[in-house]
């Protein structure tokens, strides 16, 4: 009689009963061969011990994750800060070209009359940190500086070479640069006074007020006064316009033009703005009328050509502006808020000299050479 299978189980006709068939069964009843046994048992016994690994495996493993992961750490990490940087490059130029521009567009469009007596361009650099207040300057005890590291208005020359204005430091103000235009923002051309500064203030809020918890940056502004307010108070940039406080003024007013509006902000993180001024010498050769000297801080432009070079009207202009980058105006405000982030380095053997480190490192200059091509009236 054959065996009879149900479903995986053997019939067993002398019992009557159905089991499980051993390991070592045969369907026909006989048994399996001892060394067919033992095959079977290393076989399964070979499975299992390719389906474990070695603790020496796993190290090797584990060392070799955590080398790949190193590795794309660094990788990541470096293309993040080649990005900021780009980004922060980016910002800076873009900013600098826009005030560049502007300033541009206006000396382009100068007006100036050789009366003699009003001075239809002016540029000072100011020094005393008290004169800055009614210009809306906020003080500090460690801020830029107001000592001959930030005077070099004229730089020495280097190896026989002529000075450059990307060398150049316009004191404690930077250039503070007024003049009478007719750009596009005085109706094409009535005539109306600009200026260009720096101020250091919060970007939003009282200029000194305790509890103004905005930043405090060195900020570029440029304030234009209006036509008509332009026309009451005079052309002479250099006299009129002055501000007694340093509350910001309101925009398009007189006082503007000594103490700029919130809203005359034209570009963040500027600590210094340079202008060089020169005229052309009968052979068409460039001269420069202003700075004359280190000491030369002050220009009004009252004469034309037959006035020494302190009074006369440039004819071409070049201008510096120097930028921080993100890190170097995080850098700035930790030094002049003095909340012991960061201290001075013993390398350093005052602040004048470790602010200006760290603005030369933190900073691009930017320039422009601006021919003024404004009537002359």
Known sequence: MKTKWAFGKRWNPA?????????????SGGRISP?????LRVGRDSVRATRAFTLLELLVAATIT????????????????LWHRTQDNFSSATQARLA??????DLHA??????GVTAWL????TNPSATLLNHGWQSALLMKPATSESQRVLPAAVNGLDPVITNARFGLSGAWLRFITTQIDANGSLPCAVSYQIIRRPVSGPNNSPSNPAQVRYTLFRSAVATDTTFATGYNVAAAYGSSTSAPSVARSASTLTNPALSDALANNVVDFCVWLYVRDNSGTLRRIFPADNSDLTHAARDGGSAGDANRYPEVADVMVRLLTDEGARLIEAMEQGRGAITRPPEFSNDAEWWWAVVETNSHAYTRRVEIKGPVR
């Open 66 to 81: 955590l080398l790949l992961a190193t590795l794309m750490l660094s990788i990541t990490t470096g293309t993040l800060t």
């Open 100 to 105: 560049l521009d502007l300033l541009e567009r």
């Open 122 to 125: 002016a540029i000072d650099v």
């Open 35 to 39: 060394e067919v046994t033992a095959s």
């Open 110 to 115: 100068g007006v100036f009359r050789a009366d």
């Open 15 to 27: 019992s009557g009963r159905v089991h499980k068939m051993c390991a070592e069964e045969n369907p």
